[in-house]
T-cell receptor, first 110, second 114 residues
Framework: QQQVKQSPQSLIVQKGGISIINCAYE??????FPWYQQFPGKGPALLIA?????SEKKEGRFTISFNKSAKQFSLHIMDSQPGDSATYFC?????????FGDGTTLTVKP | NAGVTQTPKFRVLKTGQSMTLLCAQD?????MYWYRQDPGMGLRLIHY???????AKGEVPDGYNVSRLKKQNFLLGLESAAPSQTSVYFC?????????????FGSGTQLSVL
């Protein structure tokens, strides 16, 4: 039974558009909700993270929205740029106890 | 500042051979982790360490062993490699766990077992 379900699997957006990636989880014990960004041939890098006592967090063009009752959190990328083309992973929970989603490949077309 | 360094970057093994992957971090982090990443999947935790001399099993520990003899190094061993262990391996470290946690990843080791 999959604990973390990420959608969509792939996403194509025009430059300047909004990219939205969703993550649904089952384990209500998760207490930390990060998104990672991975470029080809590189390791993942923490992009933005949220704690469950906050419903939204914004850092530049990146926003996390969190819905505790629905057990979902989303990544919104505003004004998407070709440099944002990468694979994005949600990984609810602290390292050592977290589960990574299968990833969303984002392509931003110029 | 090198961050997290993994060696080697690429390796091809024959079934049954053994090897050790080295992860070194220069940030004085307490916590270190080994993950594997297979095509179309997220990272899965193999083993981790919460400090020098300690190790613990993750989600997929079978077929792997680890050691953390020095704080800055975390070694991942394959005693008898199998084709199912063909994967990209990532090491990560952090100085804390919890809501202040920030994982720093290495650039990965691509391992093929024939």
């Amino acid at each position: 039974q999959q604990q973390v379900k990420q959608s969509p699997q792939s996403l194509i957006v025009q430059k300047g558009g909004i990219s939205i990636i969703n993550c649904a989880y089952e384990n209500t014990a998760f207490d930390y909700f990060p998104w990672y960004q991975q470029f080809p041939g590189k390791g993942p890098a923490l992009l933005i993270a949220i704690r469950p006592d906050v419903s939204e967090k914004k850092e530049g063009r990146f926003t996390i929205s969190f819905n505790k009752s629905a057990k979902q959190f989303s990544l919104h990328i505003m004004d998407s740029q070709p440099g944002d083309s990468a694979t994005y992973f949600c990984a609810p929970g602290y390292a050592g106890k977290s589960t990574f989603g299968d990833g969303t490949t984002l392509t931003v077309k110029p | 500042n090198a961050g997290v360094t993994q060696t080697p970057k690429f390796r091809v093994l024959k079934t049954g051979q053994s090897m050790t992957l080295l992860c070194a971090q220069d940030m004085n982090h307490e916590y270190m982790y080994w993950y594997r990443q297979d095509p179309g999947m997220g990272l899965r935790l193999i083993h981790y360490s919460v400090g020098e001399g300690t190790t613990a099993k993750g989600e997929v520990p079978d077929g792997y062993n680890v050691s953390r003899l020095k704080k800055q190094n975390f070694l991942l061993g394959l005693e008898s490699a199998a084709p199912s262990q063909t994967s990209v391996y990532f090491c990560a470290s952090s100085d804390s766990t919890g809501s202040d946690e920030k994982l720093f990843f290495g650039s990965g080791t691509q391992l093929s077992v024939l």
